[in-house]
C-alpha cells in the first residue's frame, strides 16, 4: 500500500527527502509549517487517511487526538539514539506523540561587508542603539517566536506558573516597541517569513539576521554568503535566549498502514537519515549522528560550536498547550499590525494578552 505522507517543505527541510526515493509513498502536502497545520487539521477532522506526518514539539499537543503514541510502536532502540532533551519536548499528557526530527536554535548571522568597522550587536540594546538593517520573520510562528525571545531576554514571561497568560507587561511592552523600531529599518519586513529572511540576508541586503541551523549550507552558497559570519544571537539583562524546539514525525489515527508507517518512521530517525540531515547543517536528533558532524571549516566550527551553546544554555520553549495555534495565531497577527503601523504597542499587546486569555481559560 502507497503511504500517504505530509511534509514540512522549504529549503531548510527538503534535502532529507531524498531519503524517500524509491519508498512507495504519494506527497499529499508539501508545505510551510503554519499552512501545513492548516491543511493536516483540515484534513484530519475529515478522517482523511494521513499516515505519516511532519510535526512540531509545540504543536503536537494541538494535534493530540489525532496522533497515535508512539512508545509501543518504535523499537526502544529508535528511540533511545535519539537526544533524551528532544524526545522528552515530543511527549504530551505522559505519551510520546511524535519523535523528533532535529533541534531548532537560531545563530545571529552578520554581513561583515556591510557592517564595515562596525562591531556585531551582542545585545537587543546594542542592535536599538546603531542604525543596521537587522531582519527577522514579520509573520507567523517566527514573529511571535522573536517576540518570546525579546520578552524573555529582558527576564518577562508569557505565561505564569499555572500557565496563565501575563503577556501585558513592561517587557512585553519594550518587546513590541523594539519589534517596530526595527521594522522600519527593513522595507516589507511584516511579509517575510523564515524564508524570505534567509534570501535577503544571503542576498546581502540585510547586515543581521538570525537563522535556524538548517539553513547553513544555503547561506553559506547565497550570493554573499562569502561575506557572512556566525554570532551569538543576541542577549538582553537575563542572558541569550532563542525560542527553540524539535520538528518531529508523528503517525496519525487515520494511518491506513500502520506496520509500513512505523518501518518509515524508524528509517526517517536512522543514524544515515539523520547525517543526511544533517548535511543542511541541522541539528539532526541522532546523537551519535550529530557528534560525527565535522566542520566545513573554521567558520563552520564557530557555528557549530555557538549552535552547541545556545542549545545547552539558550534554549526557551512554549509550554505544551492545546490551544496553542490560537494564542500564537492572535498574537502575531496584533504583532503585524503594530509592524504596519495599523496599531500603536500598546493596543497590540493589549489584544494579543486579551486573545490568549481568551483561548486559554475560556470554553474549550
Aim: glycine fraction near 8%.
Amino acid at each position: 500500500m502507497t503511504l500517504r505522507v505530509a511534509l514540512v517543505g522549504g529549503p531548510m527541510y527538503d534535502g532529507l527527502y531524498r531519503v524517500l526515493d524509491g519508498c512507495d509513498v504519494e506527497v499529499v502536502a508539501h508545505a510551510d509549517h503554519p499552512t501545513l497545520n492548516r491543511l493536516v487539521a483540515e484534513r484530519l477532522a475529515r478522517g482523511e487517511r494521513i499516515d505519516v506526518l511532519s510535526t512540531h514539539s509545540k504543536y503536537a499537543p494541538s494535534q493530540a487526538a489525532w496522533l497515535r503514541p508512539l512508545d509501543a510502536l518504535l523499537a526502544p532502540a529508535t528511540v533511545a539514539a535519539l537526544a533524551p532533551a528532544a524526545v522528552a519536548r515530543c511527549r504530551f499528557a505522559g505519551a510520546l506523540r511524535c519523535v523528533p526530527r532535529n533541534i531548532d536554535v537560531r545563530v545571529l548571522w552578520a554581513n561583515r561587508r556591510l557592517l564595515g568597522g562596525a562591531a556585531v550587536p551582542a545585545t537587543w540594546q546594542d542592535l536599538a542603539a546603531t542604525p543596521l538593517a537587522f531582519a527577522f520573520p514579520g509573520r507567523e510562528s517566527g514573529l511571535f517566536g522573536t517576540f518570546f525571545e525579546i520578552v524573555s531576554a529582558h527576564g518577562g514571561r508569557l505565561f505564569d506558573e499555572a500557565v496563565r497568560p501575563v503577556l501585558d507587561s513592561a517587557e512585553g511592552r519594550h518587546a513590541v516597541e523594539l519589534l517596530v523600531a526595527l521594522a522600519r529599518r527593513v522595507p516589507g519586513l511584516p511579509d517575510w517569513h523564515y524564508d524570505q529572511v534567509d534570501d535577503a540576508l544571503g542576498a546581502g541586503r540585510v547586515a543581521l539576521a538570525a537563522a535556524w541551523p538548517g539553513a547553513t549550507r544555503a547561506l553559506r552558497a547565497a550570493a554573499a554568503g562569502a561575506d557572512l559570519e556566525p554570532h551569538p544571537y543576541l542577549a538582553g539583562p537575563h542572558g541569550l535566549r532563542s525560542y527553540a524546539g524539535c520538528h518531529a514525525w508523528a503517525i496519525p489515527t487515520t494511518c491506513g498502514a500502520l506496520d509500513a508507517a512505523v518501518g518509515l518512521v524508524e528509517r526517517l530517525c536512522s543514524a544515515d537519515a539523520n547525517a543526511r540531515e544533517a548535511e543542511s547543517g541541522a541539528v539532526c536528533a541522532h546523537v551519535e549522528a550529530f557528534a560525527a558532524v565535522r566542520p566545513a571549516d573554521a567558520v563552520d566550527a564557530r557555528r557549530l560550536a555557538i549552535t552547541r551553546d545556545t542549545i545547552a544554555a539558550g534554549m526557551i520553549t512554549y509550554p505544551p498547550l492545546a490551544r496553542f495555534p490560537a494564542v500564537e495565531d492572535a498574537g502575531w497577527m496584533a504583532l503585524q499590525q503594530a509592524l504596519r503601523g495599523e496599531l500603536d504597542a500598546a493596543t497590540a499587546l493589549a489584544r494579543m494578552h486579551a486573545a490568549a486569555v481568551a483561548v486559554l481559560e475560556g470554553p474549550a
